[in-house]
């Protein structure tokens, strides 16, 4: 009775103590989190304050948190380590991955072998030089190695993607930069597994047999067996109708109960069987998290959840990391920690380039690329801290030196990172990529007062504007942000002169003869995206109508505002801008990564709603399973900053769109035997283009054949009037030259996008090239999976005109990409008129 009084008290003192421990720690982690944000201002990674607060506050300075207490407190550490592990499994979504796969396995691979093999060879060849280690047996020695090896070969998807939202990155070399890193966090949390079984192993004086073997399978599959079950308790939780806290609270329960787990069954089976089975709990956890993002509804809740939650875990984790750190090691090993930094980034240089060589990759981002690969940060961490855990006689040391490392390369890293995308030139401007239009440009024609208050209430929402008028009134002149122009006349060289065709709206506040005078040249001529009228008799309503005008009548608008105010006045207020954190825009669809993807399958910030789809001049209203299309104009509602890093996302690098067109279009017949042919002629055929005067394309475009067929057409009628059309020209016969469509087109599919195709062949000869220009207002059918083709070029040359064939497809990617050029294409009104699309298109032409 006396003992068990004893025990409830012993029980009740350590819970008391817990709780102390707990609160104390909690002060400490608000202090780190102030820290951290401080040093960010001095250009510190945002951890490298939680740790250097830890630090201060550890046993090695101010001991406010004891080497006792962080045993103590290790908890925390394995409801951190559960949450990283079910990050990183939910950052893995493979519907993101698909466009760049090759590149990024072959990367992969080389990181992987080249960083652990090396990494793992050096530490255990300075093992004489460590501590800890010097005393160990070989065994032991080797276990140690590829622990270390495993841990070097982890990333920081944070910080990668941190960097890249930064400096709006957009392009291929960063879409690959982020696919290898988020799929590096997952490949070095089953490395880590595997080396810790055989740590484990080695440890325990196992012989390496096939009974050994068969163990450790049994071991990685049993973690991958509890990995679904763990998902399907996560899926069930988020099927709670309770409050989002509460499943967050259990969701870290579960990944701190998976470590109690592991380490339970660890002892029980060793007492029962006399083996140790390592169900390594981080992989257990990883694999639900990737479970749960790629086959369940709920990924978009829990990726929610695991974000809102991730500050705080993240502070508290590094924190006491930096309090468990052993500084008496670290001065003892800091020789140590430099060398592995630099033999890992001698292997990221190997590797990477290595893996870009076999994935064909531009030798350009072969050298480059390996900068992108040096930052580490949460995972690394996290398996550092794992080590000391399953390890402890010698895993704190051995966690002082792999930190150490990290450190180093949290500090270098992003600056690499930052330095490669812009070398690379895929840091995203605004003003640079905006190549064909500029969304965010308005010309205003009218210059009373409200022309000019609606100057000023754009140019504050971040707008250019111009107002031009052939009659200007300087009464209401009062903002120097606003460009004034007077025109002689309403003309289309007149309104050029205020870069009206370039313009993404127009609006017309003129008397209605002139706005109709405006609006018809802007129709017909520039393609505007947004023409917009005050229209000031109603009687002209239908006229400004079929020009697909946006009206407003000043005599109803007013009615119409109220009555929204008072059915919606949420919504109306949103509509009206009376919102500061928020507000509503439409965002074209121009990334081809995205072409063809569910609204459901697209991640995008979590306060975002996508509330219409425009296609093809059609509005409707989108679900989760409507596939996104080229040219699509969607709606988008949420804060200033996601509408922000929504139209990053939506966006395209204007030279990749570019050269992916080129690429896909490129027929086998006009590759050398150099892999990289058709980037560096694209390449050079960018950077040797002016806009200027007419090159040899707009030469063949005006006395091209064109073809503007009235009815819908399969492909098989279309090829036959092709090839009786070109047969002549070419002299070849009109039978051989339908053949080799037809085969062209069975070989692969020439519908480059939805609405558009480039059939195009070599023929025998030399000096032969033509071109056909084929507009079908109700559709070419080229194949039943894909939507009816309104715009067909065809080029057929001969194989010694094979870099101005390059050179044609480069031209017609880059009209194609206006966004612009279907309205004008399906508006012109002539076979002239098709000509002069293509002919007075704004592109870079050949000096």
Not at 313 to 324: D, V
Not at 426 to 445: L, M, N, P, W
Not at 489 to 517: F, P, R, T
Request: net charge neutral; with cysteine; proline share 3%.
């Amino acid at each position: 009775m006396t003992m068990l009084i004893i025990c409830q008290n012993s029980a009740r003192i350590w819970s008391m103590d817990i709780l102390i421990l707990g609160a104390c720690f909690a002060i400490i982690a608000v202090a780190s989190k102030q820290i951290g944000h401080s040093l960010v201002k001095t250009g510190l990674p945002l951890i490298s304050g939680f740790l250097l607060t830890g630090i201060i506050a550890g046993p090695y300075a101010l001991d406010l948190i004891s080497v006792e207490a962080t045993l103590n407190l290790r908890f925390v550490d394995e409801i951190s380590l559960g949450f990283i592990a079910f990050a990183a499994g939910s950052e893995l979504y493979l519907k993101e991955l698909k466009t760049r796969l090759k590149s990024i396995a072959w990367i992969t691979i080389g990181l992987v072998v080249c960083t652990f093999f090396l990494t793992a060879c050096i530490l255990f060849f300075l093992s004489g030089f460590i501590p800890f280690m010097q005393t160990m047996p070989m065994a032991g020695k080797v276990s140690v190695s590829i622990l270390a090896g495993a841990i070097m070969v982890a990333r920081s998807p944070s910080s990668a993607i941190a960097i890249v939202n930064e400096l709006r990155a957009k392009g291929r070399f960063t879409q690959t930069v982020l696919g290898v890193t988020i799929i590096m966090d997952v490949v070095v949390i089953m490395l880590f597994a595997l080396n810790s079984s055989i740590a484990d192993a080695l440890f325990s004086g196992l012989n390496f047999n096939f009974g050994f073997i068969l163990l450790l399978v049994l071991e990685i599959g049993a973690s991958f067996v509890i990995g679904y079950l763990v998902s399907k308790m996560i899926i069930t939780i988020l099927l709670f109708p309770v409050q989002k806290f509460v499943k967050t609270g259990l969701i870290l329960l579960t990944g701190y109960l998976v470590f109690v787990f592991s380490t339970q069954i660890r002892v029980l089976i060793h007492d029962m069987f006399l083996i140790e089975i390592l169900l390594e709990p981080l992989l257990i956890c990883m694999v639900a998290g990737f479970l749960v993002s790629n086959t369940s509804k709920f990924r978009k809740e829990f990726s929610k959840i695991l974000f809102d939650i991730g500050p705080p875990i993240y502070i508290a984790f590094f924190t006491l990391t930096g309090a468990s750190l052993s500084l008496d090691i670290l001065l003892q090993t800091w020789p140590i920690a430099i060398a592995l930094f630099f033999t890992r980034m001698l292997a990221i240089i190997i590797g990477s380039f290595i893996g870009g060589t076999l994935a064909k990759n531009r030798r350009k981002d072969n050298y480059i690329s390996w900068m992108a690969y040096i930052t580490q940060a949460g995972v690394g961490l996290g398996l550092a801290k794992e080590v000391a855990v399953e390890f402890p006689e010698w895993g704190n040391p051995f966690a002082t030196i792999i930190i150490s490392v990290i450190i180093l390369n949290q500090l270098l890293g992003p600056v690499l990172f930052k330095y490669a995308i812009k070398v690379m030139k895929e840091d995203h401007s605004r003003a640079k990529g905006a190549e064909f239009e500029s969304d965010r440009d308005t010309v205003i024609f009218g210059s009373d007062g409200q022309a000019f208050a609606l100057a000023m209430s754009l140019i504050s929402q971040g707008r250019k504007v111009k107002i031009a008028a052939t009659k200007i009134n300087n009464n209401y002149d009062s903002n120097g942000d606003i460009k004034i122009y007077q025109l002689s006349e309403l003309s289309i060289s007149e309104l050029k002169k205020v870069n009206s065709h370039h313009a993404g709206a127009i609006v017309a506040m003129l008397s209605d003869d002139e706005n109709y005078q405006i609006c018809e040249i802007a129709y017909e001529h520039f393609g505007t995206q947004t023409i917009i009228a005050r229209l000031n008799d109603r009687n002209n309503f239908g006229s400004f109508q079929a020009l697909g005008v946006l009206i407003v009548d000043p005599s109803t608008a007013i009615v119409n505002l109220l009555d929204h105010f008072v059915r919606s006045p949420a919504a109306a207020s949103l509509l009206m801008g009376m919102h500061k954190d928020r507000d509503i825009v439409d965002l074209p669809i121009k990334n081809p990564s995205l072409f063809g993807l569910a609204l459901s399958d697209i991640r995008l910030p979590f306060d975002i709603i996508i509330m219409s789809v425009r296609r093809r001049g059609v509005l409707f209203v989108p679900h989760g399973f409507t596939r996104l299309e080229p040219g699509d104009l969607v709606t988008v509602v949420g804060s200033i900053d996601s509408l922000k890093e929504t139209a990053l996302r939506f966006d395209v690098n204007q030279e990749e769109a570019l050269l992916q067109i080129v690429e896909k279009a490129t027929a086998k017949e006009l590759f050398d035997n150099s892999d990289h042919f058709v980037q560096s002629e694209v390449e050079d055929i960018i950077a040797s283009r002016k806009l200027f005067q007419k090159d040899r394309f707009d030469l063949l475009v005006d006395k091209s054949l064109v073809m503007d067929l009235k009815e819908a057409i399969n492909k098989e009628i279309f090829f036959e009037l092709v090839s009786n059309a070109m047969s002549d020209s070419l002299n070849i016969s009109a039978q051989v030259l339908n053949d080799m469509l037809i085969k062209r087109e069975e070989e692969v599919t020439t519908v480059l996008a939805p609405g558009l195709a480039i059939p195009h062949i070599i023929i025998d000869g030399e000096k032969k090239f033509s071109i056909l220009l084929a507009r079908c207002r109700k559709g070419i059918d080229f194949s039943k999976s894909k939507p009816p083709v309104y715009a067909a070029f065809v080029l057929v040359g001969s194989k010694d005109e094979r870099k101005f064939h390059l050179r044609a497809l480069s031209a017609i990617a880059q009209i194609v990409l206006d966004p612009r050029f279907e309205k004008k294409w399906m508006r012109a009104r002539s076979e002239t008129a098709l000509r002069n699309v293509i002919v007075n298109a704004d592109r870079k032409r050949e000096t």
